[in-house]
């Protein structure tokens, strides 16, 4: 019937039926030739069982939380920039009555001259999540939490949820009052021990002393594992990036790249290691620089090689640079090249961390102060 109502009055004819309890939507289109004349129909069937199936989930969700609010010990309430509140639960119009046509001011009996400072409103114009502790004019003190959200209208509004801690509030005053007497009986045997405190004096002082000592020991504890926390991830943040540049290749010239700058920095990463290891030449302050001839010119390349990826990959622009003597030729000096490739590795690990957006550029100039000795100026800038 449907397809000769279709091809009858040359138009859609869309209807829906239940077939084994499932709901199905069917479309009938007929194309019609340079006449006008039906010559052929295009039938579509869509199976809207899961979706009418979600539509009745979603009314038994609303229907639990409603309900779930409902039987909460505490008050419910939605506030709108209006200052309206249009749902409070069953708790609230106990204690408040009902809302309707009401503003909140009117609603709760509020005692403030303006809403502007009120929280709610505040955490609307901020967007974020509020909590703190109001007492309506009878004397009642709840602790009220408020978060923004979107209703199932798609308006922006307030859920204020409240508990009832007048209670605890008096228990709190109660427990302050002990605390005051207690701390004045406290005070009076305080005075009556000052005497016998006097002796103990001087076995005080030395405790503090070591406690001083052992406070600061703990202190360079701390420094020395945050300092090689630091100096351990910077080299190792290296190798994992270039091991997962090496996965996503295929090329075996860049593959091979990759892995020799893994190689660089796992030599970093070993001579630190190594040092952390000498414990006690670093707790005796001799940790001694290791000093041998050295091309600055390839130090300088391996840094470029190793960070240039990582800076790149995080969309910024990455600019290296020799001037002076080394843009001519390489530069050999008389350094310890571990310790140079960690400060330098350290400085571009941070400015590559703490820049989101633009550039970060590397230089070095290099220039003869006097026959065979060579002044290096390395300069690290980001924006």
Known sequence: AKIAEAIREVRPVRFEEEIDGRSLVHSIVPVANPWGEVARLAVHTLDMTKLRRTDEDLRREQQRQIFFMESLPGIV??????NTIRYANRYFRRYFGSPRDKTCREALNCSELSCEACPPMEAMETDRA???????PQGRTFH???????????????MVLGIDITA????????????DKLEERVRQRT????????ALTNKSVRLVNAMKKADEATRAKSSFLANMSHEIRTPLNAVLGMAELATSVTDPDRKNHY???????????LAIINDILDFSKIEAGKLELEMMPTCVTEVFHSLCRQFRPRVEAKGL???????GLMAREEVWAELDPTRLTQVLGNLLANALKFTSEGAVTFTVHAREVTNGCVALDFRIRDT
Request: charged share 30%; hydrophobic share 35%; net charge negative.
């Open 191 to 198: 005075e009556e021990l000052e005497e016998a405190n006097l």
């Open 168 to 179: 605890r509030q008096k228990a709190e005053d109660a427990l302050k009052q002990a605390r």
């Open 130 to 136: 509020l909590e703190w502790d109001w007492t309506d």
């Open 77 to 82: 309430y939605h506030l709108y920039p209006d």
């Open 144 to 158: 009220l939490q408020c978060s923004p959200m979107t209703d199932s209208a798609g308006e922006r509004m307030i």
């Open 317 to 323: 622009s990455f600019t290296s640079v020799l001037s």
């Open 259 to 269: 892995l020799s700058r893994i190689m660089d920095a796992g030599n970093s990463l």
